[in-house]
């Protein structure tokens, strides 16, 4: 055989024209039987992982009784772009893949609903039918919380070793193999078991779930109450049914449950006495709420907004302004004997940040936390709910999903609210720049979350170091003349703490944000944007509408003139050491002719430096110039003859003539990722003492806040 061989390639190395169309035609024949190997093993593992998705469904129903688990009805929203979408509707166990493609805009025919807290999927004209299995929220009463153990629609974690072996049996349960047992998924800890593992793990150990590696940073629901209140709750009492309501971001489970038909009836029109039965059963209150009776319910809420007063988007069914407020929601809950040493994580999730990903990040969050912690922002909607909720939390966290603005709205609410021991924040950067999230090494965009995962960024949340970060007063004035002589001065305050801007880097940011503002649907990708934001600054190198800054602005730093060079368009006041995605206009690592100072964010000092133009902004961002540095103080006053663009943490807006007032106003709580050097780990260590401290009465919040300033000091 290997004779014949050698001589086959031989012959074809001296004659490759004869041989030539044979070995292509074997060639092509190989390819495709290699694609039909292919095809052939996906559809039998689709198949296969199919049959194991039902097995472990039907163990669940014949052990469901004596699991004893507190239930709740599955808050169902109607999806168009889920990514991670489970491919088996949890009624019928058939596919959804016929009727949803992931990644594409869903028909009018056959939406799919996705549950918002367990990430289980249904067809619209299954999801009536569903049982009540989702995660109760609210188990005030209960002993301890019990592992709520169901199908695994959604791989959630990125932790090898909880998401491949057995919590029982270490045996690896990934992979659907002949012989092997089913899983299931805690929706709490998020461990697996295999079904045949259930029964021994129950006799050797009980059933008490820990909550999993995140236990101090969820919100356990047997420190949630369910105000009892028959208006509003309807059954109100124990377990409360679970539900959360539309504190989750203004999302309402699928409308509502009427009473089940005894035959399906698919693709028919609704009748009139559909709306009277939503009308009843609508606004009931969370845990009264019931699920949608089928599609053409659905269609009747579109065609008539006005009497339900919801609108279907891609994200589901959200709220309207003006209909029911989600603070009323909240008030059905209370938060209550807690431990000395919890610090349950409160969320707050911008929607229209990272690219409009905010309900992505919403759902994945309601999966891994208590969706009890999860509050979305918007226009109608701010921090202040959220907080409320907390405010008998004496411990607790705080992540902002958004941009550097969201995280400064949030801190003006921390503020508001006085906390004895206020909350430490941390980032997940959605935002353009995200400049104050690269200073506290929680990155410069959404990408690296996505890739480690969430599961990742919330174990560093639980291990990071508490840092200081300064917070500035802006007073800004406007001189107003009346015509006869005499000046009224306007005045209004904000507060600042990344950098101030005024000239050319704010006129870039003014146009971005008012063509923004214009078209907001343009505007959903972080890499787009940056381009169009060096779109608006390469308008402004041939325009060079601020270069007469130099004789029309004045700057003061404690009490003493400082010349602005005469080629200078621009003053930018810095607290942070990032600037416009991620420049150090500062450059501590250089060495420098002057005698200023290293920067620090929390030394009550602010940095002044200038650029000329736009050109030279292009320049600092690829590295290829610097920025001029000016002065350092801890008064800064900006006066203007003349009208200036100005932008403040990037929020931009024209300065009339009048003046800046820069003043220290206190120093916020902020969370900073623990880094692999033995500074970053001996900061996350003494926050851990420091906090153990304070809860065992050794110290109080005064002395924890005055030592957290000076370790922040002596390991910047």
Not at 31 to 38: D, E, I, Q, R, S
Not at 255 to 261: A, I, L
Not at 302 to 322: A, D, F, I, M, R
């Amino acid at each position: 055989m290997i004779e014949k061989c050698i001589s086959f390639l031989i012959n074809f190395c001296s004659n490759p024209n004869d041989y030539g169309p044979i070995v292509i035609a074997w060639v092509i024949t190989g390819f495709c039987g290699f694609l039909a190997l292919v095809y052939v093993f996906l559809k039998w593992e689709k198949k296969v992982s199919l049959n194991w998705v039902k097995a472990a469904a039907r163990a669940k129903k014949e052990v469901w009784n004596k699991l004893k688990v507190p239930l709740s009805h599955h808050i169902w929203m109607e999806d168009y772009n889920y990514q991670q979408q489970p491919s088996t509707c949890c009624v019928c166990l058939t596919s959804l893949v016929s009727s949803h493609i992931v990644g594409t805009k869903q028909t009018s025919h056959n939406p799919v609903h996705c549950c918002a807290v367990c990430g289980a999927a249904a067809h619209s004209y299954c999801s009536d039918f569903a049982i009540k299995d989702c995660k109760c929220v609210a188990q005030a009463g209960f002993n301890h919380v019990r592992h709520h153990w169901s199908e695994r629609w959604v791989n959630l974690d990125d932790n090898a070793d909880m998401s491949t072996f057995c919590f029982h049996c270490d045996e690896p349960c990934g992979v659907p193999f002949i012989n092997n047992s089913p899983t299931w998924h805690c929706l709490w800890c998020q461990r697996l078991i295999h079904v045949k593992c259930h029964a021994k793990m129950v006799k050797a150990s009980g059933d008490a779930c820990d909550l999993g590696p995140l236990r101090r940073l969820i919100l356990s629901p047997l420190y949630v109450k369910v105000k009892v209140d028959d208006k509003t709750t309807g059954r109100g009492g124990g377990g409360g049914g679970g539900m959360f309501s539309s504190i989750t971001g203004g999302i309402i489970g699928s409308s509502y449950r009427g009473q089940m038909k005894k035959k399906r009836q698919r693709g028919k029109n609704g009748n009139g006495n559909n709306n009277d039965s939503g009308k009843d059963s609508m606004f009931n209150g969370f845990s009264g709420m019931k699920k949608s009776r089928s599609e053409k319910n659905l269609e009747i809420f579109k065609k008539n907004p006005g009497v339900h007063n919801y609108k279907g988007t891609e994200s589901g069914l959200v709220q309207k302004k003006g209909g029911t407020c989600t603070a009323d929601f909240v008030k059905k809950y209370t938060l209550a004997d807690l431990p000395q040493d919890a610090r349950p994580l409160l969320v707050f999730i911008n929607a229209k940040s990272g690219g409009q990903r905010g309900p992505y990040f919403r759902r994945r969050l309601n999966m891994l936390l208590n969706p009890l912690q999860i509050f979305e922002l918007n226009s109608s909607q701010g921090p202040e709910v959220g907080l409320e909720l907390f405010s008998s939390v004496r411990y607790f966290r705080v992540l902002v999903c958004g941009g550097d603005g969201t995280v400064a709205w949030v801190l003006d609410e921390i503020q508001k609210h006085n906390f004895e021991s206020p909350p430490p924040v941390a980032v997940l950067p959605l935002g353009t720049g995200n400049d104050l999230s690269r200073v506290l090494r929680w990155g410069g965009g959404f990408s690296k979350v996505c890739n480690q995962g969430l599961s990742t960024l919330l174990q560093d949340i639980d291990h990071a170091a508490i840092t200081m970060l300064d917070r500035w007063k802006v007073t800004i004035r406007e001189d107003n003349s009346d015509g006869v002589g005499k000046k009224d001065a306007k005045e209004q305050s904000k507060f600042m703490l990344n950098y101030l801007g005024i000239g050319c880097d704010a006129k870039v940011a003014y146009e971005f944000h008012v063509t923004r503002l214009e078209n907001p649907g343009k505007f959903s990708n972080q890499f787009l944007n940056k381009l169009r934001y060096a779109k608006e600054g390469a308008k402004d190198i041939m325009d060079r509408t601020c270069s007469e800054l130099p004789w029309q602005v004045w700057l003061e730093v404690d009490g003493k003139d400082i010349q602005i060079p005469r080629d200078s368009e621009g003053l930018i006041v810095l607290n942070i050491g990032s600037y416009m995605g991620g420049v150090d206009l500062w450059q501590n690592d250089n060495d420098h002719e002057d005698n200023f100072k290293l920067q620090s964010m929390h030394d009550k000092t602010l940095e002044v430096v200038c650029v000329c133009g736009a050109w030279h902004l292009g320049k600092l961002q690829v590295g290829l110039s610097q920025a001029r540095r000016l002065a350092q103080g801890r008064i800064i006053k900006i006066h203007a003859s003349n009208s200036f663009p100005v932008q403040i943490d990037g929020e931009p807006f024209i300065q009339q003539p009048g003046s800046l007032e820069i003043r220290h106003d206190g120093q916020v709580f902020m969370l900073r990722r623990a880094s692999e050097e033995p500074r970053g780990h001996a900061a996350a260590v003494m926050t851990e003492v420091l906090l153990d401290a304070e809860c065992r009465g050794i110290i109080n919040a005064n002395q924890k806040k005055v030592l957290l300033q000076n370790l922040a000091l002596q390991l910047s």
